[in-house]
Every structure is written in C-alpha cells, then in structure tokens.
C-alpha cells in the first residue's frame, strides 16, 4: 500500500494548532472565541438520526445593530438550535444568514433560520443556487434518509449572491464576504471579521475530519496560499475546531500528497481502479473510509488531463 503524506506532521503540532477544543454534544452549544464571535463545533461524523444533523460547524457574530449567522448546520432542527443560541447571548435581531457553500450539512438549517424577521437576508455565492439546483433531489431525499425523516426536508437557497467580495453592516462592525476559485466546492464564500482577525472558512478548511473534493485538487491548493495571506490569526473550519494560522498545514499535506500520489500512479499508468485501490489514506483523519476513495477518484480524474510528463 502507497501511504503518503505524514499525517498531521505531528498530532502535538496540530493540538498546538487548536485554540479551543470544544467538543460539546450539544447541538446549541457555542463558545465566545473572540468579543461577538460565538462558534459552534458540529460533531466529526456523517448525518444520522442520533446526531440529528449536527455534524458542521457554525457561528455567529454580533455587532451593535444586528446579528450575522454563518451556516445553518444539517437539519431545521440544528437552524432552530442556533436561534435559540443567539438568543442567549443577545436580544438583537438577526439580520443575516450566510452559507458558506451548498451542501445540506451546512445548508439545511437555513429553513428555520430565514424569515425570522422582515429585513432578513440570506447570502452565498452568486454560483450556489446552480450547484443546489442541480443536486435538490438528491440532497433532499439522502437527508430524510440520513436524518430518519418522514418527508424530505425543504432546502432554501440564499437570495442574496456575492461575487467576488462585499460587505455588511452589523452596526460598528463589519463583516467581509469572499469567493473563491473553485476548491472545496465551486461556490465557496468566506466570511472574515476584521475586529477580531476571525476567519470563517466553511470547507475550505477540514481539521481532523477528512478533506473532501467536491470541486478543484489543484484549485484548493492554490487558494490555499491566498487564504492563508488574510492575515487571519483564528479560523473556524467548517469541520473541526478553531485553530491558528498553523492549522492549514494538516489539510496542505493531505492534499499535495494525494495529487502527488495519484500523479505517481497516472505516470505509471495505473486504471482508476487500482489507484483507488492502492493509494492508501494518511493516518490521522476522521472518516476516511467515508470520504478518501472519492477523492482519489475525483483527483484522478482531475490531473489525467494534465501533462503529466
Ligand atoms: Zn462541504
């Protein structure tokens, strides 16, 4: 078997790497990491009935006029979790949802988030409502099956689409909404607040759980190195705990040693499948029996049409 990578490049480095390690079961629970930046660390595992699709993280930011929620977690009942939450740290309305990218673990809340008062904006990048669309069904009916659901939960997609950067205005504090190249996903947006050096990174950033490809190998690594020069000097993973500018390095090696591997075994002329065969996951990683066959085949067919001599 062809292990790459070293895993994390030592497990101290990474709990070095964390600023926190909350790990709380409940689906409310957040941590004040920074002044008015509250986050919630969703449990590193796939949707299931017992979890109730609390399997990504979430935060929320409040400023002197409003409040800004960034993702929704996996089901309507985590979206009413995270009301519930924002509700006991403040009596300011919440003027604003942003979803970092379209997948339901992150999505789906968002249902009992919108509307919750006149004024209420959605946001996300101005290429999630294609993706979602293209996937509804899917999406819909692996939730009601993951979640043990009696009908398929509705999926709202954000009005509001930025493409390229923007700004809102929670009153004294504004937050800064980015794309990106296609990476994780082609949609991914992130959300930084300046006051604090916070950056929200959705799935841009796994720590812990395994990285999973569902846009750009190639992309990812590259946009890398640009959200790694924001400056931020705290970053909320979509999946994981917050970490310092130290916790990107985990994600880097799983990623360039995968694309090196599979260039190894296109070099070789190796088929898809005793590539997915034998490129073996690094240690280290949450589920990777879940998530590193796909991407060696998604890396596969990325870079079998790169020169690859
Ligand atoms: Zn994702």
């Not at 069904?137 to 493409?163: D, K, M, S």
Request: charged share 15%; glycine share 10%; net charge negative.
């Amino acid at each position: 078997m062809a292990v790459f990578g070293r895993a994390y490049t030592s497990i101290a480095a990474l709990a070095a790497a964390m600023l926190l390690t909350a790990a709380s079961m409940h689906p409310g629970a957040v941590d004040e990491v920074a002044p008015g930046v509250f986050v919630h660390i969703g449990q590193i595992a796939e949707p299931y009935r017992d979890n109730g699709g609390d399997t990504s993280n979430w935060g929320f930011v409040v400023g002197e006029r409003c409040v800004a929620v960034i993702d929704t977690g996996g089901s309507q009942a985590t979206g009413a979790a995270i009301l519930a939450a924002v509700r006991r740290q403040t009596a300011l309305p919440v003027c604003a949802a942003i979803i970092t990218h379209g997948h339901p673990d992150h999505l789906l809340g968002l249902a009992s988030v919108t509307g919750s008062r006149a004024g209420f904006r959605a946001i996300a990048s101005h290429r999630l409502p294609a993706a979602v669309a293209a996937r509804t069904q899917t999406y819909r009916a692996l939730a009601q099956r993951q979640l043990g659901l009696e009908a398929a939960p509705e999926i709202v997609v954000p009005g509001e689409q930025v493409n390229g950067e923007a700004t809102i205005d929670l009153g004294g504090r504004q937050l800064q909404l980015r794309t990106w190249k296609t990476a994780h996903t082609d949609h991914d947006l992130t959300v930084y607040d300046p006051s604090t050096q916070t950056l929200f990174a959705g799935d841009l950033l796994f720590v812990g759980h395994t990285p999973v490809i569902d846009g750009n190998l190639a992309g990812w690594l590259a946009q890398t190195a640009a959200l790694r020069g924001l400056g931020a000097t705290r970053t909320v993973p979509g999946h994981g705990p917050v970490v310092d500018g130290k916790g990107w390095q985990a994600q880097t090696e799983y990623l360039s040693g995968l694309r090196d591997a599979v260039r190894t075994a296109l070099r070789q002329r190796m088929p898809l499948q005793r590539a997915v065969e034998t490129i073996a996951a690094p240690a280290g990683w949450a589920l990777t029996e879940v998530f590193h066959r796909r991407n060696v085949t998604a890396a596969y067919s990325e870079l079998e049409w790169e020169d690859t001599d």
